[in-house]
């Protein structure tokens, strides 16, 4: 059975920093590209960063750009989203999910997607 399970989401003050991670089980990891998603109350879910197999393929989205990265570890079926310089508009749910197509300008989900539970990221003084 696929399972995903996102942690390390918390109340943070803008410009904190977290750093979320995905265990994932029931599927090898190094065959998957895999995604972190997110969505706001009142909001769609968007992706935000994705990673391929060979990393050689990462989305990030203009939202995040130079402040969120992505990375993963096949040995420990684990991805992490590194986030820095948080603001209040990065509060929502976040999720992982795989598997996706993850090319440099966009992240897409596949046919049999699975998604975490979420973890919830707040950003407020």
């Known amino acids: 059975q696929v399972q995903l399970a996102e942690s390390g989401g918390d109340l943070v003050q803008p410009g904190g920093s977290l750093r979320l991670s995905c265990l994932v089980s029931?599927?090898?990891?190094?065959?998957?590209?895999i995604g972190w998603f997110r969505q706001a109350p009142g909001k769609n879910r968007e992706a935000i960063s994705c990673?391929?197999?060979?990393?050689?393929?990462?989305y990030i989205a203009d939202s995040v750009k130079g402040r969120f990265t992505i990375s993963r570890d096949d040995a420990k079926n684990t991805v992490y989203l590194q986030m820095d310089s948080l603001r209040p508009d990065d509060t929502a749910e976040y999720y992982c999910?795989?598997?996706?197509?993850?090319?440099?300008?966009?992240?897409?989900?596949?046919?049999?997607?699975?998604w975490g539970q979420g973890t919830q990221v707040t950003v407020s003084s």
């Open positions: 999910a795989a598997p996706v197509m993850s090319l440099q300008v966009m992240c897409v989900p596949e046919v049999g997607i699975s």
């Open positions: 029931g599927f090898t990891l190094d065959n998957s590209a």
């Open positions: 990673i391929s197999t060979d990393t050689t393929n990462t």
